[in-house]
């Protein structure tokens, strides 16, 4: 009764699907696609599976005469090579092997199934790649009974059902689960040799809908361009972000260090570093830039004095001397921004709170929104917040306010907010979600659902704000003496923010710094937003000016 009634699917403490293994004891089968969703970039191109055309050999075709010569020359490949293969064989094989198959063309298809030579065929086959663009962000999938069980209780899917663990497989995993495998399966006796004949059984679903593709943001090309650029900039921990400002959409999200698929965990390879919340440094004075400028703290004769630290010190590496507001920007006067930022705590406390709301910096800034019975599904679904403070009494310390000015102490947000913040002031303070997909598409090619634009909620800075902003981040790389001078030349007028962080973490009694460049060009008609970090790095290397200006000249090529 156990057996055949009550456990058939479940049995004993270990959970056998006895239908499943009987099937086995008296088959053998090769998968051909899994059943689970897809990916493509913008263009529908694949990014994370590949459909190959490959030939098939089952193993009772050593026990039967076959026309080897024949498929031999169709494949253009030695008779006693696809003899071997067949001979070594205990179950059905892609020829070439899953790593290295032999490519057919679609001639070559037509021909070998034309053949209709029992145990030979030639099928789509479909192919996870080894390693593919932006594998942080697609993520990775496994099999895991108690998290399925755990995630959907109510539907009835096989225990190895194969989920998501990370990433947008782990995001959209909901709509990739598999509605069933496409197989090749032939049934055996005891000896191996098939049993009701020669005849290869060919299973699916035949579900015109199902598995559907997600079609991200991510352009493939420019992706694996970027991916080269920051692995040949030695970035070991840090990447990229690079936004469309068109669409607010990614273009290319870069992670390091890689994942190893082995051990996805060691090292962190897994985490997608672009949505984790980091120390931002600099960066975060152009969130108190913008307050200042609403309460008429800056006025074009006010000088700060820029030959001292912040904590009032001499400054004796960058004394740079009495500097306007704008040199102060272009320069990254710590003794400004830290005097600036008691000022508007003294104002209110919460200022740069608010004002790091209003540029969406603090996030999360990830397509959110209702989907059929989700009500707040998410795209980026480990996307982190920021934050300015931690505590009340932080907020009225005059030491923990200048910090924050500068974006030290408690600040953090993520390269994906930073770049958003870039985003908003180049449109004039719209704020807008940063989406990673724009629809998914069923089988056929219709659009399941539409992730359409949408507003990030909450207040904003004015227009007038925004261009302020927009000509002190352009005063960063025309300035004869900005931190951003190194992108004059550029094809490409940028406009930007360098930051440099103290992370409290030491290497050899060396400091360790993040690292970062967040701009966004063409000034006068923007059209993308790039933000490059490096983080964890010592202060005399792991810049990332030249990744950033690399990655210009790429989209400046691409465009062209």
């Not at 076959?66 to 030695?78: E, F, L, N, Q, R």
Request: hydrophobic share 35%; net charge positive.
């Amino acid at each position: 009764m156990e057996i055949q009634l009550f456990e058939t699917e479940t049995f004993s403490k270990h959970h056998i699907n006895l239908l499943e293994e009987s099937v086995k004891q008296r088959s053998q089968e090769l998968v051909i696609d899994n059943g689970r969703g897809n990916f493509t970039d913008r263009n529908g191109v694949p990014l994370a599976d590949k459909k190959v055309s490959v030939l098939i050999l089952f193993p009772f075709l050593k026990k039967i005469e076959w026309d080897v010569g024949k498929v031999a020359s169709i494949v253009k490949t030695p008779s006693k090579f696809l003899t071997k293969a067949v001979e070594q064989a205990s179950k059905p094989i892609v020829y070439g092997g899953e790593r290295t198959p032999l490519e057919l063309s679609e001639s070559q298809l037509k021909q070998i199934n034309g053949l209709r030579i029992p145990g030979v065929l030639a099928v789509e086959k479909v192919f996870e790649r080894r390693s593919f663009p932006g594998q942080q962000l697609i993520g990775l999938v496994g099999e895991n009974p108690a998290e399925l069980k755990r995630r959907y209780p109510d539907k009835k899917l096989a225990e190895k059902t194969i989920i998501g663990v990370s990433g947008l497989e782990q995001s959209f995993d909901e709509f990739l689960l598999p509605e069933g495998k496409a197989k090749l399966i032939y049934h055996v006796d005891g000896a191996g040799g098939p049993l009701y004949g020669l005849n290869v059984r060919y299973t699916d679903p035949a579900n015109p809908f199902y598995p559907v593709n997600v079609r991200t943001t991510i352009d493939k090309q420019i992706q694996q361009q970027a991916e080269k650029l920051v692995d040949s900039f030695h970035i070991k921990k840090g990447g990229l972000v690079l936004l469309d400002l068109k669409d607010n959409s990614i273009l290319a999200m870069v992670s390091r260090p890689s994942i190893n698929k082995q051990n996805p965990y060691m090292q962190s390879g897994i985490t997608n570093m672009m949505v984790k919340q980091q120390i931002i440094g600099s960066i975060f004075k152009t969130v108190t830039a913008g307050a200042a400028i609403d309460y008429n703290l800056v006025s074009p004769n006010r000088l700060f004095d820029c030959s001292k630290k912040i904590n009032g010190e001499p400054e004796k590496v960058y004394n740079y001397g009495m500097l306007n507001f704008s040199d102060s920007f272009a320069r990254s006067c710590n003794h400004t921004f830290g005097q600036l930022a008691q000022e508007l705590k003294d104002i209110d406390p919460s200022i740069l709170e608010k004002y790091a709301r209003k540029l969406s910096l603090v996030g999360p800034v990830g397509w959110e929104g209702t989907v059929f019975h989700t009500d707040q599904f998410k795209q980026l679904a480990d996307e982190e917040s920021g934050r300015v403070y931690l505590t009340n009494s932080e907020r009225v310390d005059a030491n923990f306010a200048a910090q924050s000015g500068i974006g030290q102490h408690e600040v953090r947000a993520t390269p994906l907010a930073v770049a958003n913040m870039l985003a908003t002031i180049a449109r004039g303070g719209e704020k807008k979600m940063v989406r990673t997909a724009s629809k998914i598409e069923y089988k056929n090619g219709t659009t399941m659902i539409d992730f359409k634009e949408k507003e990030l909620l909450g207040e904003t800075i004015s227009p007038y704000t925004a261009m302020k902003l927009q000509k002190l981040l352009r005063e960063v790389v025309v300035n004869t003496k900005g931190t951003g001078r190194w992108f004059q030349n550029l094809p490409y007028e940028v406009a930007g923010k360098s930051g440099t962080a103290e992370t409290g973490k030491y290497q050899d009694g060396n400091q360790l710094h993040n690292k970062w460049f967040a701009g966004y060009f063409p000034y006068h008609q923007p059209k993308y937003v790039l933000v490059a970090v490096n983080l964890d790095v010592p202060g005399n290397e792991g810049g990332v000016n030249q990744l950033f200006a690399e990655v210009v000249k790429m989209l400046y090529e691409h465009d062209n």
